[in-house]
């Protein structure tokens, strides 16, 4: 390909620095996903689950740069209130959570420590591996915290 101007120049480059964020979009569908170890026997079946892996694969990158470009952003712009105040009280084993809403730097650490990461000082920041167990985890937890908000039998009046 020829480049004859400076906002062919300015266009191709851009289209470079994604090259990164591609990769990693595919090391998600490969290594997180598993997408290669699915063997599934027809093209239609394939299809189906690379479109699911797909949605999965774009939320892992997008919470992860999410919380890196905008640390400080309310983390329930993406996350339910029963999703962090129920990652909250497992990880502190504290029964209620705190009146302050967690930002998302805080939280996608929390679930990243789900899938264990340490956190430790020089440990760095949590890698997409950790996420993707974590949340994995997250959802079994907010979905048992919704259920212990349920009212009992005994609230219903017959």
Not at 14 to 23: D, M, P
Not at 57 to 83: T, V
Not at 117 to 135: A, H, S, T, V, Y
Request: net charge positive.
């Amino acid at each position: 390909m020829r480049i004859d101007n400076y906002d062919a120049l300015v266009t191709y480059i851009r289209w470079y620095s994604y090259r990164w964020l591609i990769e990693r979009y595919h090391y998600v569908l490969k290594s997180g996903c598993g997408v290669e170890k699915l063997q599934l026997e027809t093209a239609d079946r394939i299809k189906k689950a690379l479109a699911t892996y797909a949605i999965v694969a774009f939320r892992l990158l997008w919470l992860l740069y999410e919380s890196r470009n905008h640390p400080n952003i309310s983390c329930e712009l993406i996350f339910s209130q029963d999703e962090w105040q129920s990652l909250y009280c497992y990880l502190h084993k504290k029964p209620r959570p705190p009146n302050v809403v967690p930002p998302m730097k805080t939280v996608i650490i929390w679930i990243a420590k789900l899938g264990g990461f340490l956190g430790r000082k020089n440990d760095g920041e949590p890698d997409i591996k950790c996420l993707w167990k974590g949340l994995k985890r997250l959802f079994d937890i907010a979905q048992t915290w919704q259920l212990a908000k349920l009212p009992s039998d005994k609230d219903f009046k017959t």
